[in-house]
């Protein structure tokens, strides 16, 4: 079991403004910083770890960029390294207020379906040699002002291959992700996952479409055109939701900026991690995909589609497949389509990624939020099992999104 040798400095603001606290522990040092430039090299150095693209610089530094100036929020980005000032480990967070608690969380978590911060393989083989618990009672002691810590989107997967956060307490979330393999040539591939009807129903509709005007299909592969793609997107989005009468959730503080700030950062990266796709009639985006890309795996994000009458020819649909299509020729091998139980998606999926939230409380403030949301996690659970509670559930969500 590792003691904890904590050494604070007294006058922490003469060291420099942005270093919130220092401590030291036998195998390793731990820093708390509140700008990601400030350890911008090391968070570089450890992205080669990261089994997603939402632990990396460019997705943390947009959402920063785009909640600094919210009340209430500020980062809460934790740094390991060893006695060589070699990185072991990065944890970024955010500091939330609701209502009297402090909950540290993951950047941009409603925005993407997973997480599993950074952390080398030296850091895990000594986190799991040692005493887990105490690994992160160590580190979380040195949080100024939390009460406990949320990460929601911790996938099965990464609690089996041995990740670190499976130590903190953790429940099953209940909106699993969706996944698919993306295997072999395209075409077979696409042969073997769809049927005759829904193939020869694309092919039909892009025919109808062609006779409208010149049917295309592009990637943005300029930061301009990447922006122009996103505005785009966020119109149709709004289009979207005001046609049903439904609350635009994009429209929140700091959500639109986000997104801009993604691309912007992406663009001064080494490796593109953005993807954006349009499906075009004479030049005008008939619908548009937006993901980000991690090694040989596609993430995907938001999917728009205008509204009107050409809607009847299933565009969103077809830029869907064309969009598989250049996903497979560029050597992506993993779809993930998220959560949420979208009808497109059943066609493509394999399988359900079941996920989990650490709930950690941090002082007796913490324990009492965690016992609460752990009870409505109860309560949701139990709704989710009764097809006729679900349904009332389900009434009550879309009554409270249109109002």
């Known amino acids: 079991m590792m003691k904890q040798s904590v050494v604070f400095r007294e006058n922490l603001n003469a060291v420099s403004p942005d270093l919130e606290i220092s401590g030291e522990l036998p195998q390793f040092s731990v820093s708390v910083v509140n700008k990601p430039e400030l350890v911008a090299e090391q968070w570089r150095y450890l992205e080669s770890c990261a089994c997603d693209p939402f632990s990396n610089y460019v997705w943390v530094k947009a959402w920063y960029n785009a909640h600094k100036n919210i009340p209430d929020c500020s980062p809460v980005i934790i740094l390991g390294t060893d006695k060589n000032q070699t990185p072991l480990f990065l944890l970024p967070l955010f500091r939330q207020k609701s209502g009297p608690f402090n909950i540290l969380v993951r950047p941009g978590r409603t925005h993407s379906a997973c997480s599993s911060g950074l952390f080398s393989q030296s850091c895990r083989r000594m986190i799991n040699s040692h005493n887990g618990e105490q690994f992160w009672k160590s580190v979380f002691s040195q949080i100024p002002r939390a009460d406990a810590v949320a990460i929601d989107g911790v996938r099965e997967a990464d609690i089996k291959r041995q990740n670190p956060l499976r130590y903190l307490p953790h429940i099953n979330s209940g909106n699993p992700s969706y996944e698919m393999l993306l295997t072999g040539d395209w075409d077979t591939f696409y042969r073997a996952k769809t049927t005759r009807k829904a193939r020869s129903n694309v092919r039909r509709c892009e025919k109808r479409l062609s006779e409208l005007g010149n049917l ?124 949420g139980e979208a009808g497109y998606k059943q066609e493509w999926v394999d399988a359900e990624i079941i996920r989990h939230q650490v709930l950690a409380p941090l002082n007796l403030k913490g324990r009492v939020l965690v016992s609460g949301f752990r009870q409505a996690s109860a309560i949701k659970a139990m709704i989710k099992g009764s097809g006729w509670a679900k349904e009332m559930t389900r009434r009550l969500r879309w009554y409270s999104m249109k109002n």
């Open 216 to 339: 295309r299909f592009k990637t943005a592969d300029s930061k301009e055109d990447r922006l122009a793609c996103l505005r785009v997107l966020l119109a149709q989005k709004a289009e979207q939701f005001t046609v049903r009468g439904i609350i635009n959730p994009y429209t929140r503080p700091g959500i639109t900026s986000f997104y801009e700030n993604l691309v912007a950062g992406a663009e001064n990266s080494e490796g593109q991690p953005l993807l954006l796709t349009t499906l075009t009639l004479d030049e005008e985006p008939l619908a548009v995909i937006f993901g980000m890309i991690q090694a040989t795996e596609f993430h995907g994000l938001i999917m728009s589609m205008r509204e009107g009458p050409l809607t009847r020819f299933s565009p969103g649909r077809i830029l869907l497949h064309r969009t598989l299509q250049h996903l497979s020729q560029i050597g992506i091998r993993k779809i993930d389509f998220g959560v």
